[in-house]
């Protein structure tokens, strides 16, 4: 069971950036997708970003240009770069992983909120 922990969220003001992490338990040189899914108050919980082994990445229409999600396996970390941060970014940002697909997560995160105020 890969446990995966989150850490870097926070309380930033509209235009700021953040960089939200992702440690796992165990290496993930063999798992082929990582990714961060969101989870804002009353609604569903939609992928933002994924990146696979070969390190070919995916994002949301909605953050695109402004998210970066890079890992790195050697420290066993993923990591989400935030920039230009809008109040609609507000939510719970969860770490998966997935050992075929990111949209199949096998694993999870505990979850770490990002507020944006305006």
């Known amino acids: 069971q890969v446990q995966l922990v989150e850490s870097g969220g926070g309380l930033v003001q509209a235009g700021g950036s953040l960089r939200l992490s992702c440690t796992a338990s165990?290496?993930?040189?063999?798992?082929?997708?990582m990714g961060w899914y969101r989870q804002a108050p009353g609604k569903q919980r939609d992928l933002v970003a994924g990146?696979?082994?070969?390190?070919?990445?995916n994002y949301a229409d909605s953050v695109k240009g402004r998210f970066t999600i890079s890992r790195d396996n050697a420290k066993n970390t993923v990591y989400l770069q935030m920039n230009s941060l809008k109040p609609e970014d507000t939510a719970v940002y969860y770490c998966?992983?997935?050992?075929?697909?990111?949209?199949?997560?096998?694993?999870w995160g505990q979850g770490t909120q990002v507020t944006v105020s305006s």
């Open positions: 998966a992983a997935g050992r075929i697909h990111i949209a199949i997560p096998n694993y």
């Open positions: 165990e290496s993930i040189f063999s798992i082929n997708a």
């Open positions: 990146i696979t082994r070969e390190l070919r990445t």
